[in-house]
Each structure stands twice: as structure tokens, then as C-alpha cells.
């Protein structure tokens, strides 16, 4: 959370991209008559409005702290990634699962076979593009992390999200090509049916994944682990500190919030003590600029 991430890039990337394709995918569904081209126009559709929904988050997310909402609204963000997981879910996943037993049981025969190549190609390569710039910024955050092991541990639902629909809408897009090629070579159009059912499969299990994480963080989770041992060893080091009891931390959106109790160095002198916890909360704050929030309590026992 302390890198330089540009979520709103990712999300840019991946609106422009998808928009451009759901044109023309759509206009190929319609010249083809292919099923697994129609679920790929209403996938890409679908991930149009679930871009505009986290940019809705993500500016909802950056309103100031009311009475009401002490804690600010860093967890907006965190609602519409859910939301978007369950369009993802059912406007992408099980529509296109309808769309290729639909077509099972009622084949059509593909027209113009390769003008429906010719868009996937295209497709790929600017979901691609899409997921390179998405990858980019992702880079900023995980640092020697893998990607799943990213995708697990980060905070920033916005930006699982957009890999988890760059990702799956580049391998449905492969999908799409190898079942419309295959329709187009062997002229069975049942390849493209179940081309379709197989884009549907994978879009639910990526919602799923989606899901999941955005859920751990809805509930409350704290800081990244690799965050949080930071947190500690800072506080560790400062010499005013004598022994850290506890160290809470929760993600509100991209702020957080961290609550220690600690055993301070001094502690005979009240205005000494006062002093030196403000010294460490005004160096822990400026180590760390996304704490919003900054409880310290001093004790001598946990």
C-alpha cells in the first residue's frame, strides 16, 4: 500500500480495451451466428460496467471522514469489487454457460468463420496491452512476491480485479479461438457451444476467487503481512520504545488504521512520556503516510 500503484490506470487500461472489443465482438456475433462469440461480446460488455463501478468506488472511497463514518470511506472500494465479482459471476459467467447450452441443443452454423478470427486475434491482443499495463502497476506493489502470492496478500481490490478479469478474459478469448476454429475446420458447430460453456466455466471460477478475496477484505483485514512486520521492526528500532505487546492494523481502503500497545522507555515522567509517544507517532506516520488512524497506548503489561 506504500508503493506507487496507479489503480485508476489499470482501470482505464482495461475500459478502453474491453470497450473497443465488446464493439466488434458483438458485430461478429451477429455476422457469425457463434454462441461463443456472443458470450465473449456480453463478458467484455459486462466488465465495461464493472470498470465504471470501481472507478465509482474508488472516487466514493475518497470521501472525508462525517460523524457518521468516522472512519472515513475507504471501504467503498472494497463494496462495488464485490459487486463486480457478482456480475462477473452472472452477467458474464452463467450467461455464457445459457448462451453454449442454448446452442447444444439448438447448432447453428457458423457464417464468415473468419471475420470471428479475425476480432479474437484482435482481441487478444489488446486485452494483452491490457493486461501488460495492469501487470505494471501490479509490479509496483508485489515486489519480489509471485502473483498469486500477491493476489492472496494485497489490499487493493481494485487491482485484483482487473487482473482477475484481464486474466480470464484473455484465456476466454483463446477458448473462443480454438472452439470457433475448430467449428470453422471440422464444420460441427458444436465446438462452438461448448467453446461457449467453457468461457462461462472460467468466468465463474475467477468471480469465485475474485469473491473470496474481496470478502476477507469487506469483513476486515489488516495491513499486508510484509507490511505489518515493517510496522513492527519501526517501532522496534525507535528509542523511546522499550516492548511492543500488541500491534493491531486494519485496511480501510487505501488508508489504515494501527493500534499499538507498548511498553515505553520512560515512564516516570508523565510530559516526558506524553512527549516521546507523540515523537513516534509523528515518526511512525511519516514512515508510514497511508496511517490515517494512529492509536498508541502505553502500558506496563500486556
Not at 467453457?198 to 469465485?208: E, K, Q, R, T
Request: charged share 20%.
Amino acid at each position: 500500500m506504500s508503493s506507487g500503484s496507479d489503480s485508476v490506470k489499470s482501470i482505464m487500461y482495461a475500459l478502453i480495451a474491453n470497450f473497443t472489443i465488446a464493439i466488434a465482438k458483438l458485430g461478429a456475433a451477429f455476422v457469425t451466428s457463434s454462441g461463443a462469440m456472443m458470450a465473449e461480446a456480453v463478458h467484455s460488455f459486462a466488465d465495461c460496467g464493472n470498470q465504471v463501478l470501481l472507478l465509482i468506488g474508488l472516487k466514493q472511497a475518497k470521501h472525508p471522514p462525517t460523524p457518521d463514518y468516522p472512519l472515513g470511506f475507504g471501504k467503498s472500494i472494497y463494496f462495488w469489487s464485490f459487486i463486480v465479482a457478482l456480475i462477473l459471476f452472472s452477467m458474464g459467467g452463467l450467461f455464457s454457460i445459457y448462451e453454449g447450452v442454448h446452442k447444444l441443443h439448438e447448432p447453428e452454423a457458423l457464417k464468415y468463420p473468419l471475420v470471428a478470427i479475425a476480432v479474437l486475434l484482435f482481441g487478444i491482443f489488446a486485452e494483452g496491452a491490457s493486461l501488460s499495463g495492469c501487470l505494471r502497476e501490479i509490479n509496483k506493489d508485489r515486489g519480489d512476491q509471485s502473483l498469486w502470492r500477491w493476489f492472496r496478500d494485497s489490499r487493493k481490490s481494485e487491482l485484483v480485479v482487473i487482473f482477475g478479469e484481464d486474466l480470464a478474459a484473455l484465456i476466454g478469448l483463446t477458448f473462443a479461438l480454438i472452439a470457433i476454429s475448430l467449428s470453422w475446420l471440422t464444420g460441427d458447430p458444436t465446438f462452438d457451444a461448448v467453446g461457449s460453456i467453457g468461457i462461462g466455466v472460467l468466468l465463474v471460477i475467477v468471480a469465485f476467487f475474485v469473491g473470496v478475496e474481496v470478502k476477507a477484505l469487506l469483513i476486515g483485514q489488516g495491513v499486508e503481512p510484509r507490511e505489518k512486520e515493517k510496522m513492527l521492526n519501526f517501532i522496534n528500532q525507535r528509542p523511546e520504545v522499550d516492548h511492543i505487546f500488541n500491534l493491531l492494523t486494519l485496511q480501510m481502503g487505501n488508508d489504515v488504521m494501527v493500534a499499538v500497545k507498548a511498553k515505553m522507555s520512560e515512564t516516570s515522567d508523565v510530559q516526558k512520556l506524553l512527549a516521546e509517544i507523540n515523537q513516534t507517532e509523528k515518526a511512525f506516520k511519516m514512515a508510514f503516510p497511508q496511517v490515517l488512524w494512529l492509536f498508541f497506548e502505553p502500558d506496563n503489561e500486556d
